[in-house]
């Protein structure tokens, strides 16, 4: 049953549609009536698009981001009403071992993807660039949480290819080429269907559930904030039909999301592991993370969501520790299908 007669029929193209939020917004597009296009690098990848056959249900096409022809071939066979610029390489250590590659994919396929746009004779109505919360760069924690303001001042490989990604898209959207584009800057992003396990949350639970060694890549003292994937579908999908109702107030805006809360890295990983009452295993994390020490990595990052709930009265429903549940069910379910 088709619930938002908004999305009905609307033609929606999703770069990245394989990826953790790119198939849970298709998921949610297609029961609303939209019609969803979806590109993805890779065939043979666990994701929830294949898990819960989503795949099926879209037009799926493989290619790579960066492809302008491709990309023309998309604009041109199909009306798209609107995008959503998911693709990108979202692993902070792959960023660091493999740059270029990142900034391949993250830049290079940004400003692809938003001239194809450009050049394309039918204008499309509504464009949303994910960026990210570490576009930012590092700021002390008394200037925390972001504003939308902050100048961005990333220095490592995956946050400098989200800056970069984060300006080409200000530029798209300005006097000069007025594409209708809006960019958001959201915090950690997690919850059922997330298969991308150098990700904290699901290599945690994952961890629990099959009674295996969790190896914690840090001193667990770093603070993130954490913003729950229903949410965040709601708010893109939010997003994206403020700025095709009203481009004059939304085109060319910034919006940060999070649910300003300082999370230490150790304090999520407590809650997961005492949810699932492994309190021994615990007790060998906190007495091995002494050893360890973040590199490449900043030690603070949180967002509020001040901005955002004045333009679109949005604010996070979900609180991590009552989504525990949740997720452990999620996991217990899949994990044994992969």
């Known amino acids: 049953m088709v619930k938002n007669n908004f999305w009905r029929d609307k033609k929606v193209f999703i770069t990245g549609v394989a990826g953790f939020v790119g198939s849970n917004l298709a998921k949610n597009l297609i029961k609303n009536g939209a019609q969803v296009i979806g590109l993805t690098k890779n065939k043979k990848i666990k994701s929830l698009l294949y898990l819960d056959k989503i795949d099926r249900k879209i037009d799926l096409i493989f290619g790579d981001i960066s492809d302008k022809e491709l990309l023309k071939n998309i604009f041109l066979k199909n009306k798209i009403d609107i995008c959503f610029h998911l693709a990108a390489q979202v692993e902070v250590g792959a960023a660091r071992q493999y740059p270029y590659l990142t900034w391949e994919t993250n830049i290079r396929g ?41 100048e961005l001042k990333a220095t490592y490989p995956y946050d400098t290819s989200k800056a970069c990604a984060d300006m080409i898209a200000k530029s798209y959207s300005s006097k000069l080429f007025k594409l209708p584009i809006l960019i ?53 999908k939010l997003l994206s039909k403020n700025l095709y109702l009203n481009p004059q107030k939304f085109s060319g805006q910034v919006f940060n999301a999070g649910t ?25 994390i906190h007495r091995e993370i002494k050893k360890n020490k973040t590199k490449g990595e900043l030690p603070a990052q949180f ?20 989504t525990i549940p949740v997720i452990f069910k999620w996991y217990k379910k899949h994990l044994k299908h992969l």
């Not at 039918?122 to 576009?135: C, E, G, L, Y």
């Not at 190896?215 to 770093?222: A, F, H, L, T």
């Not at 300003?260 to 060998?284: Q, Y």
Request: glycine share 4%.
């Open 110 to 150: 940004t400003y692809t993807l938003l001239e194809v746009i450009r050049e394309n004779k039918r204008k499309i109505k509504s464009i949303i660039v994910a960026s990210s919360d570490k576009a930012y760069g590092d700021y002390p924690l008394k200037k925390l949480p972001y504003k939308e303001s902050y």
């Open 184 to 236: 958001t800057r959201f915090s950690n992003i997690y919850g059922p269907g997330q298969l991308n396990f150098t990700a904290l949350i699901p290599d945690a639970i994952r961890s629990c559930l099959h009674n295996k060694k969790f190896i914690v890549r840090s001193d667990g003292q770093s603070i993130r904030d954490f913003v729950y994937i229903d949410d965040i579908i709601e708010l893109y």
């Open 260 to 284: 300003n809360t300082k999370n230490k890295i150790i304090d999520i990983i407590e809650k997961i592991f005492i949810f699932a009452k492994k309190k021994k295993e615990l007790k060998i």
């Open 303 to 322: 967002m509020d969501y001040e901005k955002i709930f004045k333009y679109v009265g949005w604010k996070p429903k979900h609180q991590f520790s009552k």
